[in-house]
């Protein structure tokens, strides 16, 4: 093998097995034929035409759901999960407005602060709102679009809320620094780069969706602050609490918000462990989860972390890595039992 067509094949390697099984010869063949007498590497122009052509035929698999890899199905299952619980917590904003409106009313002169500490979130829920009905109704390009527009924003205000935590408005991006900045990015991806969560809704199927839905209905009603009046003070009125419970009620609650996100961790584990593309769609909504798990473990590195993006990125990171390697491992029999099977006797 020449040393220019051995480097033609690597570029080629680049482009879905399918592709290259029915036209690798001839693409390989049409490029000997052109090259110069003596020539030894691919022109840039060649390489840059073989990058573009493969990068289009991918993603033409990846959203059309051609693809044979789990990793874009498992994305389009992510999208849909992810667009879910942004929609929810739009939900869970939507059920707060009365006792935020209280809550605004009685800050006096530093209404103005209230009503952007309570409600400066209000416009991101509604557009995720507005991009999931683009979504469901099959409207992708617009919805894609929507979306990277959004999570764009999105970013610049976490990172703006993290980094100047004590300047005006950082509280709003400040809130949206944790759990639904890694969902705005997936919901994102899953638009751009896979069929979309209507098939991801479509792989999971009409069972995993309903409970799905029920679950994160419930996930919204323990998280919503009319809950938590109810159970700090007995009523659903303006939060009073007496000063008795202020000590030790935060802490309980925390504790049981993680015994929910755990419970419901466990569920979707379930759910989805059927599945290649299930188990990776697992491994992708891990980091989510990761901000809010990660002070109960072992990775924490003290009390008091700062909400910083880069202690947030850590926290995904490791969130991503161990679930990746849980996954790995329970694929590993398996794996081993195929590769056996294919050694001929």
Known sequence: MSTLEDRYRRLLALYPAAHREAHEQEMLDLLLSAARPGQTRPSL??????LRGAARIRRRHATSGISASPWTDALAITGFLATLLLVAEAARFAVNIPQLAQLSADRGPMLEYGLIYDFGTGPYWLAWTVIAVLAWRGLRRPAGVAACAVTAVHTVLAAYG????HDPGASVG??????????ALLATASLLASPGPRHGARLLGRARVTAAVALTGVLVALNSLPFFTLAYQGDLGKPNAPSSMISAFPRIWDLLGFAAVVASAVLAAVALARTREGR???VLLSPAAA???MPFTIFSTSAGDAVTLPNLLAKYLIGFAV???????AELPSRNRAAREHIPA
């Open 174 to 183: 400040a809130s949206l620094a944790g759990v639904p900045l890694p969902l």
């Open 45 to 50: 122009a060649d390489t840059a035409d073989l």
């Open 291 to 293: 901000p809010f798990v």
């Open 162 to 165: 993290t980094a100047l935590p």
């Open 323 to 329: 679930t990746m390697l849980c996954v790995r491992l």
């Open 280 to 282: 990776r769609a697992f």
